[in-house]
């Protein structure tokens, strides 16, 4: 069954609206740590204020050669920085500090700046698997952390920078071709490894978990409220990373088809996600009835009945939100509108592959 163009297009803009572009600064604006440091102007780069930025930035980094998370990288480093933050992939950790030393390299031509680019370039690749994965730190420390980790986004991005170094893209073309060489076959080993880890349901291919055994690719629990299941949210970035490779096989296209079949069948329809006041004055959400609504898509799906699941700290399954503690319903995105975009993205991708 296909969702029709018009509740796609309305979860679209809801989506899209929620994930705009950072703005783009004047030269020499100061600029605070986050992906907006990505989308300047040419001649920010070479600014006094990315400068600075990028000398507090190589300055976190790690003896390994990562960098840590949810650390504010344009500050010199605190006293009471906390060790076991570093060498991460979560939540943009090395990834977007490699991005932005690119940047840096490239405008400004600074051996220090591609020193640790290329040091923490080493690092990524030293990190993947033999099995062409990548664990949430490195050096691993144990537990979930060591899983193949889709979670947020994080092999996704991995894969996404070394395609562009491999490829000699803008802002990666003083790369060596050794280096180039290093980072095509990652990726051609990381796309392998994402091929086999989808989840089967007897014949069919579906999606992925946010995190599968290292060893074995079988989905795995991460946190208490995050259980092995079918992501309805770090899939979407998994197919768009297989959707932007040049000259996808067969067997590529065939987990894209897949898994946008799964999307639309898995969508919860004729219900709204709601943020209201409770009876204790606290803010809460709930899933109402919502005749027309546009489709959402629940963050985990059972792995045999695709059924939603809403999980809190207990790890007890619930099939309703508002079954789990309200501090989880708050702090924790269970259900979205993230695959709406991409099913759209699917269909032009469709079509571009048929006018070849």
Sequence with gaps: MVISHSWLAAAAVAA????AAPPVQ???????????????????????SARRIADNVISHQSREGGWPKNTRLDEPVRADADPGLANTFDNQATT?????????????????????????????????YPNGGWPQYY??????????????????????LLKDVAAGRQPYEFVDAAQRARAALAVERGVDVILKAQVRQGDRLTVWCAQHDAVTLAPAWARKFEPPSLSGSESVGVVRLLMSLDNPSPEII?????????????????TRLETYTNADGQPDRRLTSAAGAPPLWARFYDLTTNAPIYMGRDSVRHVDLADIERERRMGYAYVGVWPAPLLMEVEAWRDRRNRR
């Design 16 to 19: 899209l609206s929620s994930t």
């Design 26 to 48: 004047a030269a020499d604006t100061p600029v605070v740590w986050s992906a907006a440091v990505l989308a300047q102007a040419g001649d920010w780069y070479s600014s006094p």
């Design 96 to 128: 977007l500090p490699l991005a932005f030393l690119a940047r840096m390299t490239t405008a400004t031509g600074d051996a220090a700046y591609a020193t640790a680019f290329h040091r923490g370039l080493d690092y990524v690749l030293k990190a993947q």
């Design 139 to 160: 050096p691993l420390r144990g537990g979930y952390h060591d899983h193949l980790t889709f979670n947020d986004d994080a092999m996704v991005r991995i894969l996404s």
């Design 254 to 270: 065939a987990a894209v088809d897949a898994a946008a079949r799964w999307f639309e069948a898995s969508a919860i329809r004729d």
